[in-house]
């Protein structure tokens, strides 16, 4: 997988120090593989080839399991998000009401798929599941910035914004 | 432990509370149909297939983990049961690749025995496993879209071999198992050995088979074509044949190599011999020194891949002395070539190894001494059967032959190399009578037989004690090797194989897991195999094989000399 840099997660060495010390802080605890996943993910924004094999490394156990853990749970990633990272609300109220159509839009406008990053680092997709607003499903989120009852027509008005 | 009384379609039985529903069944003489199932191995319940009724629980329940209990009342073949299990089947044999014909695995199946016990229809379903083939590493070929997700490899791999090369990983109906970052097993951490390979139920998992090119150099006549059989080979070639196990086939197994028309079949055997000279030259003087003990074998290529990744600061104590495929290789493209007057460009050296690692070992760049690769071709004895049955040779009828002489005389010592234990007994038979300098009668040490995870032994060698350990399996030879590093144990001397029980259980044999569910101890029938062949040879000792003399004498100068080192030695790098 090439790894992709934006402004905001090189890996520079001051971050990869804080890596070091989240791996110490964990090591001896019971479980720990997944609370630094997340400490991690938060720090570089997204969790790299040469992240994972830090925290394999410090925890003792195999790249392999690290990347399973990463792959299975959708709140980890392993791509750098863009500058605004679109996630699409794919639980059942929003489902029904045709997020998947809002999906397919933004993924046919932007050329990346849902957990992907625009070559030019500024979008990002992500499938989310319920994001807890059903009453204006189907829901969009930029960022912080909440769309609701989306319907395909609104995608490429709503990009524009950020453009 | 105690008891508890259970009733089993409608058997009463009195079973150990620490048993499983599938266990305690066994008993009353049924058969639970598993997959992911493994015995100490693999205990998941995630494929369903072993379902049953229990009374009072809430659905069907995966027989494999559910524990017995005092009064429990279990159904197994009621009709509701049986089609939960076919569905379950169905399901999964419809995201499987179903080109059983062309399949390595065709007839020697878990899930098409399955599916034909249960008597599967056409598969409704429709699957969306693509093609997903994985051939760059050395020996294994992964295809995932034959994979039915029980996690056995990974079992095997992470919990057995402490290497952890695959995992799990995506989810739902994205699951699949990989290496890291979808690399190819080639290019992770994968040491070869193959235990994934020999607990897949299906053709997710095989042997990256070498026969077509060993026919191609058979079948060209300017190749001088020498084959060498490693010891574990006649342990378990036999069984594929309905041969007894517990007897080596060494006979048949040399008089089939050379119908299918080798021009000259050789013994690793002589190669082990070999071995034991120079490893035990090394160990004497590293015993002298005192530097670089612990000495550890390097026989294991499995052993030697995962030194290189996990332990590179041990690596100045593994023994320099190649392993035997790869010293005879050596010795064939160097001594014999000149004693025949064969152009060593001509010699095309085939290996049979129980051992899919072995294919990798032949690939490193500097096994090369001669200017040749010292090997040209690694089958393994699944291969090996495959071509003797592609030949039409009736195996089970043939009498037995010897191998080529001069050079296929070997040690009953390096017949042992086969199995958790040998090599260090074959070491050590020479070194004693070396630093003694007289012959010793006691030669069978049963410190180092048998079963245990860890074997340890404190021998008393010329006035000097000496501490030696045998490890097999790479979880427990990383738990040794840890207390090595840390400087928490003092042996002199470490024998490491990198599969349980040795060569004899190495990821190139004939498959073990439907011998073992049958109740049959495949790992004590292979060894006793080898100890009989053992006490059966005339020479015991590997420095008393009188090949192995000559060709000192006449080549090498002596064990531990330039020319030796040059040939015989290699060297290993950090990974």
């Given at each position: 997988m ?12 001051e971050?990869?120090?804080?890596l ?7 090591k001896?605890m ?25 925290i ?6 195999s790249?392999?399991?690290v990347?399973g853990?990463?792959t ?9 998000k863009?500058k605004y ?7 059942t ?8 159509k809002v ?10 798929k849902?957990?992907?990053t ?5 979008f990002s ?6 994001v ?16 609701g009852?989306?319907t395909p027509?609104?995608?490429e ?7 | 432990m105690?008891?508890?009384n259970?009733t089993?379609?409608?058997v009463?039985?009195?079973a150990?509370?620490n048993?499983t ?8 003489n ?10 100490k ?9 072993c ?12 027989a ?8 429990l009342v279990v ?6 049961i ?26 020697d ?7 034909d016990?249960m008597?599967v229809g ?12 994985d ?15 029980c996690?056995?490899?990974?079992a095997?791999?992470k919990?057995?071999q ?12 994205n699951?699949?198992?990989t290496?890291a ?12 050995c ?9 053709g ?8 077509d090119?060993?026919w191609?150099a058979?079948n ?17 070639l036999?069984?594929?044949f ?8 060494t ?6 190599l ?20 120079e490893e035990g030259?090394e160990f004497?003087?590293?015993l ?18 995962f ?7 041990l690596i ?16 064939l493209?160097?001594y014999?070539a ?7 460009s ?11 690692a072995k294919k990798?070992?032949?690939e ?9 690769p ?5 089958i393994t004895t699944?291969?090996?059967?495959k ?5 039409g ?18 040690s ?7 199995t958790?234990?040998g090599?260090?007994e074959a ?13 010793i ?7 180092v037989?048998?079963?245990?995870t860890?074997?340890?032994a ?16 790479l979880g427990?030879a990383r738990?040794?090797?840890?207390l ?5 144990v ?18 190139g044999?004939?498959r ?6 049958a ?6 029938e292979?060894?006793k195999?080898?100890?009989?062949e ?6 015991r000792?590997?420095?008393q094989?009188?090949?192995?003399k ?9 064990p ?16």
């Open positions: 090439a790894e992709k840099k934006c402004c905001c997660c090189e890996l520079n060495s971050k990869l120090k804080r070091d010390q989240i791996i110490e802080e964990h001896t019971e479980g720990a593989l997944i609370p630094v996943l997340h400490e991690a993910q938060e720090l570089f924004g997204y969790l790299p080839e040469q992240v994972q094999q830090k394999a490394t410090g925890l003792g156990c790249l392999a399991e990347f853990v990463a299975f749970y959708s709140r980890f990633t392993l791509e750098p863009g990272n679109i996630q699409v609300c794919l639980g109220a929003c489902y029904v009401k045709g997020a998947d999906l397919e839009k933004l993924e046919q406008l932007l050329g990346i849902a957990g992907q625009t070559e030019d680092g500024k997709i992500q499938d989310t599941r319920c807890g607003a059903c009453g204006l499903a189907p829901v969009m989120v930029i960022n912080d910035e909440v769309y009852k989306m027509d609104m995608v008005g709503i990009l524009a914004k950020y453009n | 105690g008891k508890v259970i089993i379609d409608g009463n039985i009195e150990e509370d048993l529903v599938l266990e305690a069944a066994k008993q009353a049924i058969d639970i149909p598993t997959l992911c199932y493994l015995k191995i693999n205990k998941i319940g995630a494929c369903r297939i379902l049953v009724e229990v009374k009072g629980a809430r659905g069907l329940q995966a494999c983990s559910y524990p017995v209990s005092e009064g159904r197994t073949n009621t009709k509701e049986m089609d939960a299990r076919r569905s379950t089947l169905e399901l999964i044999l419809s995201n499987h690749k179903k080109n059983c014909l062309s399949c390595s695995r065709n007839t199946c878990e899930l098409q025995a399955l599916a016990r008597g056409d598969v409704v379903y429709e699957g969306t496993a693509e093609d997903e083939i051939d760059l590493s050395t020996s294994i070929v992964r295809d995932n879209s034959k994979c039915v997700l996690r056995r490899c990974v095997v791999c919990n057995v402490t290497v952890g090369a695959i995992d799990v990983a995506y989810r739902g109906m699951s699949k198992i290496p970052f979808n690399k190819s097993l080639g290019e992770s951490n994968c040491i070869n193959g235990q994934c390979v020999a607990v897949c139920p299906v997710a998992l095989t042997i990256k088979y070498n026969i090119r060993v191609d058979i060209n006549e300017e190749m001088h074509v020498v084959v060498q059989t490693a010891p574990a080979v006649r342990a378990a036999g069984e594929e309905g041969l007894p196990m517990g007897e080596a086939v006979g048949k197994m040399v008089a089939a050379r119908r299918m028309g080798f021009d000259k079949v050789f013994d690793t055997n002589t190669g082990a011999d070999f071995t034991i000279m030259t004497i003087e590293r002298k020194s005192g530097k670089n003990l612990p000495l550890i074998t390097s026989c294991s290529p499995g052993w030697v891949k030194a290189e990744h996990n332990f590179p600061e100045p104590n593994l023994s320099s002395a190649k392993s035997p495929m790869s010293m005879y290789g050596a010795l493209k160097s014999y000149k004693k025949n007057n064969i152009d060593p001509k010699i095309f050296v085939v290996a049979v190894m129980p051992c899919t990798f070992e032949c490193r760049p500097e096994l090369s001494a001669t200017g040749y010292d090997i040209d071709a690694v699944v291969e090996l059967a071509m003797i049955k592609q030949s040779i009736m195996f089970e009828n043939l009498e037995d032959e010897m191998f080529d002489e001069p050079f296929g005389e070997a009953g010592a390096a017949t042992i190399f086969g958790s234990g090599v260090m070491a050590i038979r020479t070194v004693t009578e070396v630093l003694e300098n007289k012959s009668d006691k030669i069978e040490y049963e410190e037989r048998g079963n245990e860890i074997k340890e404190e021998l008393s060698i010329a006035g000097q004690k000496v501490k030696i350990a045998v490890v097999s399996g427990n738990k040794l090797m840890e090595v590093r840390d400087g928490k003092d042996y002199q001397f470490i024998e490491v194989m990198a599969c349980p029980g040795g060569c004899i259980m190495g990821g044999q004939p073990k897991i439907v011998k073992e569910k109740g049959i101890d495949v790992r004590g292979r060894r195999a080898l100890y009989n053992d006490k059966r040879l005339p020479h000792k590997s420095h094989n009188p090949y192995v000559q060709v000192y004498e006449e080549y090498l100068e002596k531990g000399s330039e020319k030796a080192h040059h040939l015989l030695h290699t060297h290993y790098t950090e990974r």
